[in-house]
């Protein structure tokens, strides 16, 4: 693909004119230039809008001010942060990152790319903007921001998400930043992404790029970008018993290689269907029968969509009068005012909030 030299330097010009002139997105990491917070904000934004994340933002910078702080947190302090963010593995990689930067590194964040790179929970868009806003290194961000606004510019109809996608969409931003300025250059063209060049129904009439850009005359706004894959997601039932013995209940931690690893739970029965009470009392991971023939109450249900699995999770409660032994390992009768030391998942949360057991 072949673009003008002029298409592609009004391209940065006007970039970076209205960064300078009309960019009004105001976040607390903007002009940042300790690497360490850049980093942070960047685990935090993966997946996350930046509404969203910045109220997570603000309570780790002031919980862990410097990487040796973040270093020394306790796991579950660190996670009880993190909870209701999702995607809990960010949590995990930036725990073992500062660790790693603290020990091995002298608590001294890298200040190459391709040192950088090299850090768990790292990859090429989060390297790129740690070098860039830290360090002015000349290295191009490419995220869906610039991914959407490239492809309507130039009118590239290549998936982004293919591997020919990535490598046009990668050169050529690299060939459009502004090499004197590519902290400026790539904050502009994601907050132009975010606030201009929207997903649905861009602002082309405030838009400094409307000029020249292919989407804008062609009207192809709603068309570009063009994404290749679609995402298969897999329907998962859950069913969390609520075991509660006077003033404690029952959780584990959850299982590495699964959703929301680290995290814990209350008892999960999970099946490929939805079980009412009566099906799920005669589940073979059911083994709360007694001989006053009690059964779980009903609380409801909730649904959490993540990005490759739908979670239908059904609640239940049950009385068991005494702390018994639940056959599953790792798991522990914990004080109800103890709970909030625990980090859960964001529906767990939802459903003991409404028990009021915070
Ligand atoms: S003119 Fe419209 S489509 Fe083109 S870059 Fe600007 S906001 Fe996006």
Not at 83 to 94: A, I, S, T
Not at 238 to 254: E, G, Q, T, V
Not at 264 to 291: G, Q, S
Request: proline share 5%.
């Amino acid at each position: 693909m072949e673009w003008s030299k002029g298409q592609k330097s009004f391209f940065t010009k006007a970039l970076i004119h209205w960064h300078e002139t009309s960019n009004e997105r105001s976040l607390p990491w903007k002009e940042e230039k300790d690497p360490y917070k850049i980093w942070l904000s960047e685990i935090i934004l993966q997946q996350t809008r930046a509404q969203q994340g910045l109220p997570y933002y603000l309570r780790f910078t002031e919980a862990y001010p410097t990487v040796k702080d973040m270093a020394a947190a306790k796991d579950e302090a660190a996670f009880r942060l993190w909870q209701g963010l999702g995607y809990y593995n960010r949590c995990k990689n930036m725990l073992a990152t500062a660790r790693y930067i603290a020990s091995e590194l002298n608590g001294k964040f890298p200040d190459r790319y391709e040192e950088i790179i090299k850090l768990k929970g790292i990859g090429p868009y989060t390297a790129a903007a740690i070098a860039s806003f830290a360090y002015g290194l000349p290295h191009a961000v490419v995220d869906g921001n610039v991914y959407r606004v490239l492809s309507r510019y130039f009118g590239i109809d290549t998936p982004f998400d293919s591997t020919e996608g990535k490598k046009v969409f990668q050169q050529l931003a690299q060939e459009l930043l502004h090499k004197d300025d590519s902290a400026g250059y790539n904050q502009a063209i994601m907050d132009l992404g975010a606030t201009v060049c929207t997903p649905q129904q861009p602002l082309c009439a405030e838009c400094p790029l409307q000029k020249n850009c292919i989407a804008y005359k062609q009207q192809l706004t709603g068309i570009l970008p063009v994404r290749s894959k679609k995402t298969s997601v897999r329907k998962r039932y859950f069913h969390y018993l609520l075991l509660r013995a006077n003033d404690k209940i029952w959780i584990r931690k959850r299982p590495a290689k699964d959703i929301w690893e680290n995290l814990h739970e209350p008892y999960l029965i999970e099946a490929d269907e939805v079980l009412k009470t009566d099906k799920l009392i005669k589940n073979k991971a059911y083994t709360f029968n007694n001989k006053k023939g009690q059964e779980p109450e009903y609380e409801g249900f909730l649904t959490q969509r993540l990005t490759h699995q739908l979670i239908e999770t059904h609640f239940f409660s049950l009385q068991v009068g005494e702390t018994i032994k639940v056959p599953v390992d790792g798991g522990n009768w914990v004080a109800i005012n103890e709970l909030k030391n625990y980090a859960f998942p964001k529906t767990v949360v939802s459903f003991l909030e409404k028990k009021l057991y915070f």
